[in-house]
């Protein structure tokens, strides 16, 4: 028997691997995402804004409202894209449940994937307060016990020592005799 490590799947924010998905259709790549956690996991893309459905370009969109239930808005067209991001999120989600994820690594400071950075306004032209965007805060409710960061700051190490614990931990509570 071999002592290597599986690779484990870690779910990135599409952008950070040079997807072209930005809503000014720059490529902006993460060295750390695409060198770094690359060459130690098999990363899984996500987009919520292109999964709803947004082209590229589009414009661009802001959370508005409550913490607990923001609405994803175009800010010149005011189009609601929240059922619609929201719809593709939980989709996503059961895939990424499905394929084993460990972890994700988001973008900062998106709409979508900003993990307590996104901006949020109570109204047009009101001064931001800071939250999860729409994937950060289902990630949250959904995978309490994986590691959710963003590409700012990253540890790769770090993070991936939080990936497999989480992971080694899932997988006794698979092998339990009490789990259903």
Not at 46 to 52: D, I, K, N, T, Y
Not at 120 to 125: D, E, M, Q
Not at 160 to 174: K, T
């Given at each position: 028997m071999s002592g290597a490590l599986p690779v484990l799947r870690i779910a990135v924010s599409a952008c950070l691997i040079g997807e072209p998905v930005?809503?000014?259709?720059?490529?902006?790549?993460?060295?750390?995402?695409?060198?770094?956690?690359a060459a130690l996991a098999e990363l899984v893309p996500?987009?919520?804004?292109?999964?709803?459905g947004m082209p590229v370009p589009r414009e661009a969109v802001d959370l508005f409202g409550d913490a607990d239930a923001p609405r994803m808005v175009g800010v010149v067209t005011g189009e609601?894209?929240?059922?619609?991001?929201?719809?593709?999120?939980?989709?996503?989600?059961?895939?990424?449940?499905?394929?084993?994820?460990?972890?994700f690594v988001l973008k900062a400071r998106s709409p979508s994937c900003g993990v307590g950075t996104a901006a949020?306004?109570?109204?047009?032209?009101a001064e931001a307060t800071r939250t999860d965007g729409l994937l950060a805060g289902a990630i949250r409710k959904r995978f309490p016990h994986l590691p959710l960061v963003?590409?700012?700051?990253?540890?790769v190490e770090a993070?991936?020592?939080?990936?497999?614990?989480?992971?080694?931990?899932?997988?006794?509570?698979?092998?339990?005799?009490?789990?259903?």
């Open positions: 930005r809503y000014d259709g720059q490529e902006k790549s993460c060295a750390i995402v695409t060198g770094g956690l996500l987009c919520p804004e292109v999964g709803a609601d894209w929240t059922a619609r991001a929201n719809a593709w999120i939980v989709a996503a989600l059961d895939r990424c449940e499905a394929l084993g994820v460990a972890g949020l306004y109570a109204a047009p032209g963003e590409d700012e700051g990253l540890d993070f991936m020592a939080q990936a497999r614990s989480a992971h080694e931990e899932h997988l006794r509570r698979r092998k339990s005799p009490d789990h259903r």
